[in-house]
């Protein structure tokens, strides 16, 4: 194989990886009832909760493969940035994992007919589950996407306008996040879902670059 | 890969083998003393009359969380020469199993430390003790499925298939790998759907493949090391 053609492999395949990370967009939906304070006393079905989990499940093994696929190429431009994003992938798959594991044992508890004192203990572990899910997919994809894009962005893999967005999307996410956690807004109003709206279009618009042009010539790949 | 001497590849395929071995041994040394907790439904009364022994299967169960990171490192070369992003994907996920086995020893030891002070307490106040332990305990048995059993079925249809197309064990071995892989990911799954109990007999059998390959895959990494010529080939 040619490094031409691996080159393309790789660009390929992180495309697809990070079109699949769009997937756990239902479990804003599936992990309705959970949040119900009733949930835990109520006959509720717990299938979309298993089915939001193993959704988030692959959304954390594909951010690894995104990161890993890239790896070989942005490690010419800057090994140790290149290693630093595998690292936080598998930081941010940690947390989503951790998260995940809270709604499971809540499930588990639904399923043992469980008392109202478990109540407490459900809403604790679904509130772990949104403060995780604030470190996991607001606070670390921030990070993430700071580092590719300013790894995109001196390689000129691909179009710089496209590497700005992850640079100007990841700072927003990060107001987002802290503005959340410190109250001034809402988890789950709009204003918070709109601060992450630059690194979704970023993420969504890298994975059609990808998979359609793949990456530009340049120092690092070989031109034609 | 940097030239490495015939030797020095026997010597990383040993303490591959040497890893593969003492996280199974670990793991089931780790079970074996959990077993007050594991087993029995008043296990704050058994956790605080056994504190060292859940203690002692803690340590057993870090030892076998280093073995399994110790796999991927010792193993990364060999994979990194066949393909470096399966072989750095390989590293992470088994990274992440470990996570699980960390969250599920951090439970164990809070159920400890938790019923060394359910004891003391009169009868109103054990029934909250009675749900938080039981969500400690249950936080434990859903590690076990997500590590142990997923992630494990993950990690090694990685491998087995990245050693399948480079050559780097007999493709019998191989295979045995990616079958017992398939077979312990549909376990875990059906675990998730409560199609199947943690706790039964039928998951010991589902498990038995891959326990039985990584055994094989030790002793032959142990006593023959990797496939020279599948080393010389992607050089």
Not at chain 1, 80 to 109: D, H, K, N, P, Q
Not at chain 2, 3 to 24: D, M, Q, V, W
Not at chain 2, 117 to 125: H, I
């Amino acid at each position: 194989m040619t490094t031409l053609d691996s080159h393309r492999k790789n660009s390929l395949t992180a495309g697809i990886l990070y079109l699949l990370t769009f997937v756990s967009i239902p479990t804003l939906s599936l992990y309705g009832p959970v949040h119900d304070a009733n949930y835990i006393t109520s006959s509720a079905s717990d299938t979309p909760i298993l089915i939001g989990g193993i959704l988030e499940i692959i959304v954390a093994l594909t951010g690894i493969g995104t990161a890993v696929a890239l790896y070989p190429v942005l490690k010419k431009q800057n090994e140790g940035m290149a290693l630093g994003l595998v690292s936080s992938r598998v930081l941010e798959a940690a947390t989503i994992f951790a998260g995940v594991m809270f709604l499971l044992t809540v499930v588990t508890f639904h399923q043992s007919a469980a008392s109202a004192e478990a109540a407490v203990t459900s809403r604790t572990l679904v509130t772990m589950y949104d403060r995780m899910f604030l470190i996991g997919q607001s606070f670390m994809p921030a990070i993430n996407d700071l580092l590719l894009g300013f790894l995109l962005y001196h390689s000129r893999l691909v179009p710089r306008g496209l590497s700005l967005i992850g640079i100007i999307g990841g700072p927003v996410l990060l107001m987002g996040t802290f503005s959340v956690l410190f109250g001034l807004i809402g988890q789950r109003e709009p204003l918070a879902a709109l601060s992450a709206v630059p690194v979704a279009v970023f993420e969504f618009s890298l994975g059609i670059y990808l998979v359609v042009k793949g990456f530009k010539p340049t120092d690092g790949t070989p031109s034609n | 890969m940097k030239t490495l001497s015939p030797k020095e590849h026997k010597r990383n395929a040993t303490a591959t083998g040497a890893f593969f071995i003492t996280a199974t041994v670990t793991a089931i040394i780790g079970v074996i003393l959990y077993d007050p907790i594991l087993l029995d439904p008043n296990y704050l009364i058994t956790g605080v009359k056994n504190s060292n022994q859940i203690v002692l299967g803690a340590i057993f169960e870090s030892i076998l969380a280093i073995s399994a990171v110790g796999t991927a490192l010792m193993m990364y070369p060999y994979l990194k020469n066949f393909n470096e992003s399966w072989g750095l994907g390989y590293v992470c996920f088994r990274m992440l199993e470990t996570v699980f086995i960390l969250i599920g020893i951090l439970s164990m030891l809070a159920i400890v430390t938790f019923s060394n002070e359910y004891v003391k307490l009169g009868p109103s106040e054990m029934q909250s003790f009675q749900i938080t332990a039981k969500l400690l305990k249950t936080t434990r048995d859903w590690t076990f499925v997500l590590g142990p059993h997923f992630m494990l079925g993950v990690n090694t249809f990685i491998y087995s298939l990245i050693f399948f197309k480079s050559k780097l064990v007999p493709k019998q071995l191989s295979i045995l790998g990616i079958t017992g892989a398939v077979s312990i990911f549909i376990g875990s799954i059906l675990e998730m759907f409560g199609v199947i109990s943690p706790s039964s007999g039928l998951i010991l059998v589902i498990a038995l493949p891959i326990a039985f390959y990584e055994m094989i895959l030790a002793v032959w990494l142990i006593r023959n090391g990797f496939n020279w010529n599948a080393i010389i080939n992607e050089q």
